[in-house]
Structures are given as C-alpha cells and as structure tokens.
C-alpha cells in the first residue's frame, strides 16, 4: 500500500494525476520505449516503468504496476471527475502489452510474468470502478 494515512496517500495520489498534461496521444503506445529521460511526468512515468520487461528491470515494473493501481483506486472512492479519458489514452496500450506478454523461460520468469499480469488485472479492475461519465448512460425506470 502506498500509504497508511488517508490524507498523504490522496496528495500524492492528486499531485501525480494533477501534473497530467494532454500530449500526443500517438507516443502513448510507445511508452516503455521511450527514454525516461524524455519523459517528465510522473504519471507517464510511472506508466513507463510499469511497461519495462520484469527479465530486464527486475521489480522495477511490478511496483509501478502497485503505484498505478494505488493511483487509480484512490482517485475512484476519492469520486473527483478528472480526465479520466485522457489517462485511459496513455494506460490502457502499456497494460494490453504487458497482458502479452508469453509465458515462457524458466520459472522464475514465469512467476514475474505472471505478478505483472495479476497486477495489471488488478488495476484494470480498479479503472472499471471509476466513474467515466458525467450522468448515467441511461435512465432506470
């Protein structure tokens, strides 16, 4: 967990969506390939590193995977109406890429492989939750 106290985990929670800037929705694809020189928002960054091979980067990717889905899950009980889409844009090509990811080599990297896909469930999970829409999609009744 990110944080035990309430009131910093929804800060750094608020300040990591905050720094947010719409860009080039064509470079989100690219993420994890992207130098992380050239990327200086901690959202993106964070999506960055969640997108790196678990072979390469060690644990590196499963505690952005943890950041990301502490992220999401307190901007959804928080029920503040960011851009939500916007976010999507850059999240959702790095997730589809690490849900992948073939599970073959040794055990060991079968078992990073598979945390990094549990996690990423997870957190696809917590996004499902968020209240995209402004109004209901439809009236009951």
Request: with cysteine; net charge negative.
């Amino acid at each position: 967990m990110l944080c035990q106290e309430r009131e910093v985990r929804v800060k750094v929670c608020r300040a990591i969506l905050a720094t947010f800037q719409l860009q080039d929705q064509s470079a989100f694809p690219n993420l994890a390939t992207t130098p992380l020189s050239q990327i200086s928002d901690p959202l993106l960054a964070s999506i960055h590193w969640a997108g790196q091979s678990t072979d390469n980067a060690g644990l590196a990717p499963l505690g952005a995977l943890d950041l990301l889905h502490e992220v999401y899950e307190a901007l959804v009980f928080s029920h503040d109406r960011v851009h939500h889409d916007k976010h999507m844009a850059a999240l959702l090509p790095t997730l589809l890429h690490v849900l992948n990811v073939p599970l073959e080599g040794d055990n060991n990297t079968i078992q990073r492989r598979c945390s990094a896909m549990v996690k990423c469930v997870k957190l696809l999970n917590s996004i499902l939750f968020m209240p995209i829409w402004p109004q209901p999609l439809y009236q009951v009744g």
